[in-house]
């Protein structure tokens, strides 16, 4: 049996220039950070005593002969990706919802991907975690999904991801003073809007706009320095808020889904509260909401927006990791 265990991740700026659509032309970065809400995949192989060969449990229950069979799709691809072929039982737990902005299916690929690997007592690196979970989901189910959300699990901690070139990607974790990234982690605060969507759908849509928004595209891509800037220099930590209010609004004219008059009444109750900005995590539509807020603020905050869930976070450092294996093979091959 093997357990894998894969963080979920926050993209505070740059979200949109990691489309191959843009960064394979333009180049583009994000600034991101992994953090200590997981995905859990338990993999085994299947005893010989059922009328299966395969059993996949998430929200749904799947059993059946063949991965064609298999409706989800990253378990099917994944599977038929590795060549896997043995019997296999396979249980995904998460500690956030799906759908929420936080790369949830591209965690669930990667944290996949590393537990079959395990299974089969193979070693694989980061990035090669990342580079097939890319694969699999951009090219082999196509979904319209940016390259962070695979790169940021499998790497974990807080960094800057650069895109394009030969490398296609390059992670440079960020060097900063720990009371610096101790003073952010602080002052961010985290609410669940109970709005679930299809990032794809929307991704897809802000895909198609890509060639009309060069301008906030840009800005979105220099913005990862400026926040780098702020967290190297004695700059004031609220400056890193007020900059992601600018994302927010450049995010938002990206297409017409990315926000509606719900959201932007929490983004705005937030920022009457004393948040100096913030943004929706993922590609928009619902999900998570992180604002940066002052400590002395934090209260109030939480009591103008009691209605939704808060959800407290730590920074995570980890990556994807293999946390309990035993080989429990039911033959000699």
């Given at each position: 049996?093997?357990i894998s265990?894969t963080?979920?991740r926050?993209s505070?700026?740059?979200g949109g220039?990691?489309y191959?659509e843009?960064?394979r032309?333009?180049g583009?970065a994000?600034?991101?950070?992994?953090i200590?809400?997981?995905?859990?995949?338990?993999?085994?192989y299947?005893?010989?005593?059922?009328?299966y060969k395969?059993r996949?449990?998430?929200?749904?229950?799947?059993?059946t002969?063949s991965?064609?069979d298999?409706?989800?799709?990253?378990?099917?691809?994944?599977?038929?990706?590795?060549?896997f072929?043995?019997?296999?039982?396979?249980?995904?737990h998460?500690?956030?919802?799906?759908?929420a902005?936080?790369g949830?299916s591209?965690?669930?690929?990667?944290?996949l991907?590393h537990?079959?690997y395990?299974?089969?007592s193979?070693?694989?690196?980061?990035?090669?975690l990342?580079?097939?979970?890319i694969n699999?989901e951009?090219n082999?189910i196509?979904?319209s999904v940016?390259?962070?959300?695979?790169?940021a699990p499998a790497f974990?901690?807080?960094?800057?991801i650069?895109?394009?070139?030969?490398n296609?990607f390059t992670?440079?974790?960020i060097?900063v003073n720990?009371q610096?990234?101790?003073?952010l982690?602080?002052?961010?605060?985290l609410?669940?809007t109970r709005?679930?969507?299809?990032?794809?759908?929307?991704?897809?849509?802000?895909?198609?706009?890509?060639?009309?928004r060069?301008?906030?595209?840009?800005?979105m891509?220099?913005?990862?320095?400026q926040?780098?800037e702020i967290?190297?220099?004695n700059?004031?930590?609220?400056?890193?808020g007020r900059?992601?209010g600018?994302?927010?609004?450049?995010k938002?004219k990206m297409?017409?889904l990315?926000?509606?008059?719900d959201?932007?009444e929490?983004?705005?109750k937030?920022i009457?509260?004393g948040?100096?900005?913030g943004?929706l995590?993922?590609a928009?539509g619902?999900g998570?909401?992180l604002?940066?807020?002052?400590?002395?603020k934090q209260k109030?905050?939480?009591?103008?927006?009691?209605?939704?869930?808060?959800v407290?976070?730590?920074?995570?450092?980890?990556?994807?990791?293999?946390?309990y294996?035993?080989?429990?093979?039911?033959?000699?091959k």
């Amino acid at each position: 049996m093997i357990i894998s265990r894969t963080p979920f991740r926050i993209s505070f700026f740059g979200g949109g220039t990691d489309y191959p659509e843009w960064y394979r032309e333009n180049g583009g970065a994000v600034l991101s950070t992994s953090i200590n809400k997981f995905s859990y995949i338990t993999a085994r192989y299947l005893p010989p005593f059922f009328d299966y060969k395969y059993r996949i449990r998430y929200y749904q229950r799947e059993e059946t002969n063949s991965i064609e069979d298999i409706q989800h799709p990253s378990v099917k691809q994944s599977l038929k990706f590795l060549k896997f072929t043995d019997n296999l039982d396979l249980v995904h737990h998460a500690d956030l919802p799906a759908r929420a902005g936080l790369g949830s299916s591209s965690t669930f690929t990667v944290g996949l991907l590393h537990a079959i690997y395990a299974l089969q007592s193979k070693m694989v690196s980061k990035r090669q975690l990342a580079m097939n979970a890319i694969n699999i989901e951009q090219n082999l189910i196509k979904e319209s999904v940016g390259s962070q959300d695979q790169i940021a699990p499998a790497f974990g901690g807080f960094n800057k991801i650069e895109f394009g070139g030969i490398n296609e990607f390059t992670v440079k974790p960020i060097s900063v003073n720990p009371q610096r990234t101790k003073l952010l982690e602080s002052n961010l605060m985290l609410f669940f809007t109970r709005f679930s969507r299809t990032a794809s759908n929307i991704a897809a849509e802000q895909i198609k706009s890509i060639h009309k928004r060069k301008v906030e595209l840009t800005e979105m891509h220099e913005s990862v320095d400026q926040a780098i800037e702020i967290m190297t220099s004695n700059q004031s930590m609220d400056d890193f808020g007020r900059l992601l209010g600018v994302q927010w609004k450049n995010k938002k004219k990206m297409t017409a889904l990315v926000t509606n008059a719900d959201i932007d009444e929490i983004y705005s109750k937030g920022i009457k509260a004393g948040a100096t900005g913030g943004k929706l995590l993922g590609a928009g539509g619902g999900g998570f909401m992180l604002f940066y807020v002052p400590k002395d603020k934090q209260k109030q905050v939480k009591k103008d927006l009691k209605d939704l869930l808060y959800v407290p976070f730590a920074f995570d450092y980890t990556g994807s990791q293999i946390i309990y294996y035993s080989d429990t093979r039911y033959s000699d091959k």
